[in-house]
């Protein structure tokens, strides 16, 4: 059996009991779609996103500057601890 893979991504939401796509399409009536659900939650409170954002912000600036680690650095001190 081969797979091919192609993603459209459309928006939508649950109607009694039902999916309902918000956005058109044109695919034909009869269309077959398989539906994943996306978790786009986390349990992070504003302030810990916030903080994240940062840290995450700092750690492009610095690889940006030159200052990261290769990969295979990190991977040999993580794999000696």
Sequence with gaps: MQYIWSVTILRGHVKS???VVDDPTDLP???AV???LLDEGDELSAEDRAELDASIDRGLVQADNGEGSPAADVLRRLRAL
């Design 17 to 19: 009991g039902r999916i």
């Design 29 to 31: 009536d009869g269309t």
């Design 34 to 36: 398989s539906l994943a």
